[in-house]
């Protein structure tokens, strides 16, 4: 059984929406488990006054009732709340009236570190605007969501997911000092995995690899620009004495370097992943650009936005993790009903002998 994730949804658009396919009957959801995950992702020091407009909840459309999953389609909703000051600049049919609200301008000056410049090349776009909706980190909250329906699922198998911020010396003071400058920071997360069996994932093809498939899913996080798993490249400058987890009898270890991983297939250990953000792109101090309607030099679009966004990036990278893992279990123990997907691993950890 195969669990997919599709979503839409711009920035400033009237909502964002997730359809996953692939989960199995009987799973039970708590809409307060979903929103508190939603809210965690709103949270966090530096964060743009966007988040005072957002009070971000899950809405189900489909494949749920009475708080239990059908085994069909699960289409969730989340609402864009500011969309109510872009109902002209974000219709989706061409609007009517005079312009008014947020967005009724193009934006023709590209922010270096967005996706601007490049998405209006690709795409022939001749506003920013149109480019920049959907990469924006927005987005994550409908990941968020189905994030936390993967954590549900895990959760059945005894399986639970947590991300965090790396301590950084005064990340705090860092953030204060880059409002103050008018700039911008990141910094670094990483998530921990706990109660993975071993055998999740595959070395028989790249694309099967776990470790592989966490890194994409990360990596494919707004802002991120680097993702490691267990010691990551701190393991280059090792010898292979210092770099690999010795096998007790019991076939656990004692260190842990492989981050839980080794060939691609989970080994039993706490997964560990870690990721880098960079700085966001939208400084108050704007940096050159061009202004692609006149082709002369500018100064990039400043709006709203984060001064830094890396306790969000904590909450959104746990629910990729989750996800990712939860398709991998889905992969390996199959089952129509939530109750034969806990009892193929349990037989699983039978066969293994792995308690
Ligand atoms: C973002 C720009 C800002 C952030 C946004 C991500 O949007 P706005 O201009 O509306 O303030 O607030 O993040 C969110 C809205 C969110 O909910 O995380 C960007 O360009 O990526």
Redesign the pocket.
């Given at each position: 059984m195969t669990l997919r994730l599709a979503t839409a949804g711009e920035?400033?658009g009237p909502a964002l929406v997730a359809i996953l396919t692939g989960l199995p009957a009987g799973l039970v959801l708590e809409r307060k488990a979903i929103d508190a995950d939603l809210r965690r992702?709103?949270a966090g020091y530096g964060?743009?006054?966007?988040?005072q407009i957002?009070t971000?909840e899950v809405d189900v459309l489909a494949g749920l009732r009475h708080g239990r999953t059908l085994g069909t389609p699960l289409a969730l909703v989340v609402w864009n709340r500011?969309h109510k000051n872009w109902t002209w600049g974000m219709s989706p049919w061409p609007p009517e009236g005079e312009p008014e609200g947020k967005g009724t301008k193009p934006v023709t000056l590209p922010r270096p570190g967005?996706a601007d410049l490049a998405g209006v090349l690709k795409y022939g776009l001749s506003d920013v605007r149109d480019a920049?909706e959907r990469?924006?980190?927005?987005h994550?909250?409908v990941h968020v969501a189905a994030g936390s329906v993967a954590k549900a699922l895990l959760g059945t198998i005894g399986v639970s997911v947590k991300g965090s911020t790396v301590e950084e010396e005064n990340l705090r003071a860092r953030i204060d000092e880059a409002r103050k400058e008018r700039d911008t920071v990141g910094g670094v997360i990483e998530v921990r995995v706990h109660g993975v069996p071993p055998g999740l994932g595959s070395y028989a093809a790249k694309e099967d690899r776990l470790d592989a498939r966490l890194a994409a899913a990360v990596m494919g996080i707004?802002a991120v620009k680097g993702v490691e798993i267990g010691e990551g490249f701190a393991l280059a400058d090792k010898f292979g004495s210092e770099a690999h987890d010795e096998i007790r009898t019991d076939r656990r270890r004692d260190t842990n370097h492989a981050g839980g991983i080794e060939a691609g297939v989970s080994n039993g250990e706490e997964i560990v992943v870690r990721a880098a953000m960079k700085p966001?792109?939208?400084l108050m101090k704007p940096l050159a650009s061009v202004d692609l309607e006149s082709g002369k030099a500018g100064e990039a679009l400043v709006?709203?936005?984060?001064v830094a966004?890396v306790e969000?990036l904590a909450v959104v990278a746990e629910a990729a993790v989750a996800w990712e893992l939860a398709c991998a279990a889905r992969d390996k123990f199959g089952g129509d009903a939530v109750g034969d997907f806990a009892a193929a691993w349990r037989a699983y950890l039978e066969r293994i002998g792995w308690h």
């Open positions: 920035s400033h992702r709103q964060r743009s006054p966007r988040q957002e971000d500011d967005h920049l990469a924006s980190a927005r994550t909250a707004q966001l792109p939208t709006e709203r936005s984060d966004a969000a």
